[in-house]
């Protein structure tokens, strides 16, 4: 993408504060978006903001739980107020608790429910609320979340964060019809991210060995790697220009997709 694709868009970027969030927000700012991160973590989430700003960038932060109403209302606040408009969400907090089908825990599929798809979801309904015209914001804009492959495949170990990210995955593409035919202009997509190897993905590799899927760690990386077309895994600048694409004019008449960028695994 040029480097002025998204010049004067506001964007809220959840689970900001590292991983692939982390590497979101800085993408959106490099294209010219002004962005709000949004994260449970407080410190990590203003020092993800100041090393936009070292790098030229306009970033603020805002502490915010995706699960709960109030804090959409503030984060989603702060952001106009802060940035002066509203017109990209990235839905990317979540959370994965990795469990074989026979040790799954209640509290645990209860729990990713809540962050990854209840938080998605509240996303949605108020960034389209505040986007669409009449809205806070009022100028239409773009909604991408971040599902993932495991949305496309079965991978051992972790059917109820799959269940989660399969439910993203739906709930955007019915988000993206309501928010067409009823005329917000807002495009709606997700993306389905292969395996990265941020905290959430290296504690997966190291929870499929201890459920006695791998031997190790290295076999678990090579065994993903080995299903990979491309070959290696993915990194987080593969994610954040799919998700600048999915954002900018480029992708104007693209709503209600799931982008694979798993370098093929799942097709
Ligand atoms: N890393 C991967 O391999 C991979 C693959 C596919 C999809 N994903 C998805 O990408 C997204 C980011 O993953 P990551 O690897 O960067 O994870 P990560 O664990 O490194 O970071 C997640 C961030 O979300 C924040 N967060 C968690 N719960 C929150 C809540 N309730 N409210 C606000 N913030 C919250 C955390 O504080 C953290 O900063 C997730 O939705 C994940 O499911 C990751």
Redesign the pocket.
């Known amino acids: 993408m040029t480097h002025d694709s998204l010049q004067g868009r506001r964007a809220l970027v959840?689970?900001g504060?590292?991983?692939?969030?982390a590497g979101m927000a800085q993408a959106l700012a490099k294209a010219g978006a002004a962005v709000m991160i949004?994260?449970?973590?407080e410190a990590?989430g203003r020092d993800a903001a100041g090393v936009i700003r070292a790098a030229g960038g306009t970033a603020r932060f805002v502490r915010?739980?995706?699960?709960q109403e109030a804090d959409w209302e503030s984060a989603v606040g702060a952001t106009i107020a802060e940035l002066g408009g509203f017109d990209i969400l990235i839905n990317?907090?979540?959370?994965?608790i990795t469990a074989l089908v026979t040790e799954v825990e209640a509290e645990s599929l209860r729990r990713m429910f809540d962050?990854?798809v209840v938080?998605t979801l509240l996303g949605m309904k108020h960034a389209l609320r505040a986007m669409r015209p009449g809205g806070a914001a009022g100028q239409g804009g773009a909604i991408v979340n971040?599902a993932?492959?495991?949305a496309t495949i079965a991978f051992p170990a972790i059917a109820g964060y799959s269940a989660t990210?399969s439910a993203v995955d739906r709930a955007t593409r019915v988000a993206a019809m309501e928010a067409g035919k009823l005329g917000y202009g807002v495009r709606v997509n997700c993306v389905y991210?292969?395996?990265?190897p941020?905290?959430?993905?290296m504690r997966?590799a190291a929870d499929v060995v201890a459920a006695g899927l791998f031997p190790s760690v290295e076999a678990a990386v090579a065994g993903i790697v080995g299903d990979t077309p491309l070959g290696r895994l993915?990194e987080v600048a593969d994610m954040a220009d799919a998700v600048v694409f999915l954002c900018s004019d480029a992708a104007r008449f693209i709503t209600g997709i799931g982008l694979p960028v798993d370098g093929g695994m799942g097709m």
């Open positions: 959840t689970g504060a590292q991983g692939l969030g949004g994260d449970l973590q990590a915010m739980d995706v699960t990317n907090a979540g959370i994965e962050v990854n938080g971040i993932s492959v495991a990210k991210p292969g395996l990265v941020t905290e959430m993905g997966l993915g």
